[in-house]
């Protein structure tokens, strides 16, 4: 008898709603930026993150919150109003440590929320920068694992499925695997891991960021374990798991 936990992938937030979150570790992943720019702070020394959907939010919230930093974007480009983007080189430790950042993008943060709403046992967030941290956590609970691709906006992208294939390598002799958006994307990621920065700069994402000159996150987004902490929601906010 197969007694192993799971493994689904959701290539997109817009079929989420097909999984069952009970009791399980939800992982989102948003590689061109925010899961990228989350771990980065973090591992930088920011106390917490706090991931909003709203713009208008990120805005009372940053207002309300001592040591607060505002930031955002929508459709790459930072937001009239909040003071910082959602560039992981803006939050270099000197910056950073110890304040709260409060964050919201045009995908990331939105499919957290979501996973919350679903009733997500446990939601944490990845990409290639905390690649082992992720990996790790996710054997030792021992959970059924959904990994949630932000993609854009509700579509699918190529970036966070290669993120999922990724982990799905990494750790799938302790689950079970009977997912055929899970193979797609192992199967991927199998094909391209030697050569992901090449790979990336032909995905739509990269073009339509490279657009605004970010050459240089984005091959920090697919750059494995350059920040490898593991980001944890809890209390409405995602800190490092100790």
């Known amino acids: 008898m197969n007694n192993k936990p799971t493994i689904f992938t959701s290539l997109t937030p817009a079929l989420l709603h097909l999984y069952d979150l ?4 939800v992982v989102i992943i948003d590689v061109f930026r925010a899961t990228s720019t989350i771990a980065t702070a973090l591992y930088n020394g920011a ?10 939010e990120c805005k009372r919230i940053g207002s309300e919150t001592a040591g607060a930093i505002t930031a955002g974007e929508r459709d790459g480009k930072v937001i009239e109003g909040l003071q910082y983007g ?6 270099y430790r ?32 990845g990409s290639f920068v905390n690649l082992s941290s992720v990996c790790s956590y996710l054997v030792e609970q ?3 694992i959904i990994l949630g691709c932000s993609g854009w906006k509700d579509r699918f992208n190529l970036e966070d499925t290669l993120f999922a294939g990724s982990v799905i390598t990494n750790i799938k002799q302790h689950f079970t695997v009977h997912c055929d958006s899970s193979l797609m994307a192992e199967t991927m990621y199998l094909q391209h891991r030697n050569n992901l920065h090449d790979f990336i700069r032909h995905t739509t994402h990269y073009h339509r960021l490279a657009a605004y000159g970010l050459h240089k996150d984005l091959a920090y987004c697919v750059t494995i374990d350059v920040a490898d ?6 209390n409405e906010s995602l800190i490092v798991n100790c």
């Open 22 to 25: 009970n009791n399980a570790v």
């Open 47 to 56: 106390s917490r993150v706090i991931p909003v959907a709203a713009v208008e």
């Open 86 to 91: 959602n560039s992981p080189a803006e939050y």
């Open 94 to 125: 000197e910056f950073i440590e110890g304040k709260t950042l409060v964050l919201t993008t045009t995908n990331g943060t939105k499919l957290l929320h979501m996973a919350l709403a679903k009733g997500a046992a446990k939601v944490i967030t």
């Open 142 to 144: 021992n959970k059924n």
């Open 229 to 234: 902490v593991l980001p944890v929601y809890h």
